[in-house]
């Protein structure tokens, strides 16, 4: 297994960096964090430029690359702000995977392209209020009425269900299944359908460029050919999505850590205390090595999950594996960070706690911690 980057991929991500750097300002940063709203304007340069895109086929308008490549565009975005860049990476969410997998041909080439474009922002509907990590229930309902679907239910903490233009939404079709999951499935819906509301969340701890929001979906009608691949095979469909986008939710944790530590080893050189630099103090300096060996793993971990996902065969456990512990060090090391700025790592200026609190929704979304957990312990179950 290669861990050295190739030289397409060196130069991805010295783009993407160059990028970020020139248009994630942190005068920009503080803004949106403060109004809690969606950068239109950054994600459709971004997408012009196909970083929001890595991963979608050239012929559906993407740049054909794999998990990996997103990966490293990820982490750069989130390395110079994490609420911007996972605002911008998560323009497209999950969509353009499930068809590219499971869809027609008609779905693919009509809801592809325009979110590969940045013309649309997609919004994927699994959590729902009663039920969180849990897609093993669903109490939002799917119920056939001659060429339609009529859907009732709620989801909630959907990213960009504010501003979505297309939603895919997972529901139980199957009320009799047994276990339930089994008669689950994948509709898509579009912005305006009568039946689909969406509401605003506000006051989040972190990530607040990144709308997220409610869904109320009252006798939503939708037409059977907006059913995605096979009927009652959501759940598997969706298991199958995790797999892949929680690669991304690493990348994403490695870019926040490596960000704010690139901020307090620059501090810890300038600021002086006691006559001398912060970095000379031992207990300074050591927290500093002690932040780049976990960020330093923390980034194998995730290429190795993406590489594995590109080359051979998706690995859950890798997977699992990177998003648990990259999460874990994104919050100690943003954590450490403010710590080595002091009284002015509390501070919104100095960027940090921005950092910190845009960190914790890693361990969150797309699976907690504890649902990794249980992945990397039902593999470890199977060993000999």
């Known amino acids: 297994m290669k861990f050295k980057l190739t030289e ?59 998990v990996l490549e997103d990966c490293i565009v990820v982490e750069e975005l989130c390395r110079v702000d994490p609420g911007l860049g996972v605002a911008v990476s998560l323009g497209n969410l999950m969509i353009p995977d499930v068809l590219l997998k499971h869809g027609t041909e008609e779905q693919k080439q009509k809801y592809i ?74 509709f898509l819906a579009e912005k305006g359908m009568q039946g689909l509301e969406a509401t605003k969340l506000h006051g989040k701890m972190g990530i607040k460029p990144c709308v997220t929001g409610s869904l109320s979906l009252c006798d939503l009608h939708v037409p059977e050919t907006n059913l995605v691949g096979e009927l009652n095979r959501g759940f598997y469909y969706t298991l199958e999505l995790f797999d892949e986008t929680r690669m991304t939710v690493a990348a994403q944790a490695v870019g926040i850590a490596q960000g704010a530590f690139e901020k307090a080893l620059a501090y ?22 002690e932040m780049a060996i976990k960020i330093e793993a923390a980034r194998m971990l995730t290429y190795k999950a993406a590489w594995l996902y590109d080359n051979e065969k998706p690995s859950p456990v890798a997977t699992s594996m990177a998003k648990a512990y990259a999460s874990r060090v994104a919050m100690e090391v943003t ?46 179950k199977k060993q000999p």
């Open 113 to 186: 392209p325009p979110l590969a474009k940045g013309e649309k922002i997609s919004a994927a509907a699994f959590t729902e209020p009663e039920h969180g990590s849990d897609i093993t229930r669903m109490d939002t309902t799917a119920v056939k009425s001659g060429n339609e679907w009529i859907i009732n239910g709620d989801k909630q903490f959907i990213t960009n269900a504010p501003i979505a233009d297309i939603f895919i939404i997972l529901c139980q079709t199957d009320p009799n299944a047994q276990p339930s999951y089994r008669g689950q499935s994948l």
């Open 268 to 289: 810890a050189k300038t600021r002086k205390q006691f006559g001398q630099p912060l970095i000379n103090f031992q207990g300074v300096s050591f927290k500093l090595a």
């Open 335 to 380: 954590d450490d960070a403010i710590q080595i700025f002091g009284g002015y790592g509390y501070l919104a200026d100095y960027h940090v706690e921005r950092f910190h609190r845009c960190a914790k929704i890693t361990e969150i979304y797309e699976g907690t911690s504890e649902i990794q957990k249980l992945t990397i312990v039902n593999y470890l």
């Open 8 to 66: 397409e991929q060196q130069e991805i991500k010295r783009a993407a960096r160059e990028f970020a750097e020139k248009e994630l300002t942190p005068e920009l940063a503080l803004e949106y964090d403060q109004k809690e709203e969606f950068p239109m304007e950054l994600y459709k340069k971004a997408a012009q430029l196909g970083f929001t895109s890595m991963r979608i086929p050239c012929e559906y308008g993407g740049q054909g690359y794999g």
